[in-house]
């Protein structure tokens, strides 16, 4: 069989290599596309339904067929290797996924920043963070099993399970059964450019955003207040603090 010039098959193991992942790669994006684009002809609640389907089948499909190349088992649906890691180990992936997740919006943040300028760059990530924030919501849901009125301490039981909560120190103010605060007692970002001497980044204006569209995707009936947040004075012992209040439990 004649092989083309610059046919995949042709390249070396290097070349190959790099191939896979940049493959891998245009899946990621691919499959954000099309939960944008359902979104935006459906909605987001239609297009979180729809993503939970196809997330099912396609995860379920793609590691069958990478364990069968890769020659790895599942157990579960799961990698076996995965389930026979040492918690501290496993732990340590947890973080390390969390970690990546920050590093990679830092990045998009900078390539925006550095080509188009800081107001470019808070702009695109406001808006990101109102399509990120009720679909982590909705993950995070879906992982606990909690309905769709679970309420304040279904609101704090999400918050534990944000991808901040493995990178951030974080901790909870009771107010009462009507409201709590949380509190961001040790931002990552924040503390490396306390670290450098530099001021606070000033992030209210995504946080506002963030943190209003996450608890209103866990339960519609909390309102969300900031009690503070970067370029706002704070205390030594946080950086932000938002404020959770149930409006109106029969609703």
């Given amino acids: 069989m004649e092989v083309k010039k610059n046919d995949p098959s042709s390249l070396d193991k290097s070349a190959k290599a790099r191939l896979i992942v940049d493959m891998l790669t245009r899946i990621?994006?691919?499959?954000?596309?099309?939960?944008?684009?359902?979104r935006h002809q459906m909605g987001m609640e239609k297009a979180l339904e729809i993503l939970e389907k196809a997330t099912q089948k396609s995860v379920s499909i793609g590691m069958k067929k990478f364990s069968d190349v890769?020659?790895?088992?599942?157990?579960?649906?799961?990698?076996?290797?995965?389930?026979?890691?040492?918690d501290e180990k496993m732990q340590a992936l947890m973080d390390v996924v969390a970690k990546n997740w920050l590093v990679n919006d830092g990045v998009w943040f900078?390539?925006?920043?550095?080509?188009?300028?800081?107001?470019?760059a808070k702009r695109c990530?406001?808006?990101?963070?109102?399509?990120?924030?009720p679909y982590e919501?909705?993950?995070?849901?879906?992982?606990?099993?909690?309905?769709?009125?679970?309420g304040l301490e279904g609101l704090k039981k999400a918050l534990n399970f944000r991808?901040?909560?493995?990178?951030?120190?974080q901790s909870f103010v009771d107010e009462g059964p009507q409201?709590?605060?949380?509190?961001?007692?040790?931002?990552r970002v924040q503390s490396a450019r306390k670290r450098k001497k530099l001021d606070d980044y000033p992030c209210k204006s995504a946080g506002l955003v963030e943190y209003e569209y996450f608890a209103s995707a866990v339960d519609k009936r909390?309102?969300?207040?900031?009690?503070?947040c970067p370029p706002d004075d704070h205390p030594e012992e946080w950086f932000c603090a938002w404020r959770f209040t149930m409006i109106n439990e029969n609703i």
């Fill in 179 to 187: 409201s709590f605060v949380f509190q961001m007692n040790d931002c």
């Fill in 70 to 86: 890769l020659d790895f088992q599942l157990e579960d649906g799961l990698p076996k290797a995965l389930l026979d890691m040492e």
């Fill in 125 to 133: 990530n406001d808006s990101c963070w109102a399509q990120f924030s």
């Fill in 137 to 150: 919501a909705f993950a995070i849901k879906k992982f606990l099993k909690l309905d769709d009125q679970c």
């Fill in 163 to 169: 991808m901040y909560s493995l990178i951030n120190e």
């Fill in 110 to 120: 900078q390539a925006v920043e550095f080509d188009n300028g800081m107001n470019d």
């Fill in 28 to 38: 990621v994006v691919h499959y954000g596309l099309w939960f944008t684009e359902v």
């Fill in 222 to 228: 909390i309102k969300t207040e900031c009690i503070g």
